[in-house]
């Protein structure tokens, strides 16, 4: 799931949508309705479990009781500071539910991720743009796989670092005991930014992280 894109697929849906005026609503969110036929797009393991110079990926999880939060930090890289080209950040947050089947919501434990903390968002690294999947749909589920994209330069301190927050709450009634999670970051730039994105944020990780071999 969270080496998911909907790549070029979203533009072919439209096209054809587009040529059937009658199938495609007009007062409609397109990207919504788009998602019905997408969900999260093609899965891609290999962009899940391998990185390379520019792109990185680090994994968290945990277990969360109703009212509890996480709180990760992704460690940003320097060499993004000033740069202008494209970037992406892929977030993913999965968990197991108990499931409660007298309730049309079924999941009684609810868990998303968000940025609230100010001066400590998306906008950090790239403008806050939700790319694919709207992000009230993203949070239907038992999976919320958001992405982010942009270009504009961004500055930033050399230590600083992207917070993510996973919170649970009771959803379908009420929710005893804790849900296992897992959360996954992925930052990536493009080719024109021939950056060593991956070697400065396992650099910060080690330095924050005693790493048994």
């Not at 969110?29 to 899940?48: M, P, Q, T, V």
């Not at 992406?88 to 007298?102: D, G, K, Q």
């Amino acid at each position: 799931m969270h080496g998911a894109r909907w790549g070029g697929l979203e533009e072919r849906y439209e096209s054809v949508l587009n040529a059937e005026p009658s199938v495609f609503p007009r007062f409609v969110d397109r990207r919504e309705y788009i998602a019905k036929y997408l969900g999260n797009g093609i899965g891609d393991l290999d962009r899940s479990v391998r990185c390379n110079a520019r792109r990185v990926t680090l994994i968290g999880y945990g277990t969360l009781a109703d009212g509890a939060a996480d709180v990760f930090t992704f460690p940003l890289p320097q060499a993004l500071i000033g740069q202008r080209g494209l970037r992406i950040l892929v977030v993913t947050l999965s968990w197991f539910s108990p499931i409660n089947t007298r309730h049309h919501n079924y999941r009684r434990a609810h868990l998303w991720f968000n940025f609230p903390d100010e001066g400590a968002r998306p906008e950090l690294v790239l403008p806050s743009t939700r790319a694919e999947v709207r992000h009230r749909i993203a949070q239907r589920g038992t999976v919320q796989h958001e992405v982010f994209t942009g270009e504009d330069a961004r500055v930033f301190q050399a230590d600083a670092g992207l917070r993510i927050w996973a919170n649970c709450r009771a959803d379908a009634g009420d929710f005893e005991g804790e849900a296992p999670y897992c959360l996954a970051v992925t930052m990536e730039v493009g080719e024109e930014l021939d950056l060593p994105i991956y070697q400065q944020v396992a650099e910060r990780v080690r330095q924050a992280v005693r790493v048994r071999p």
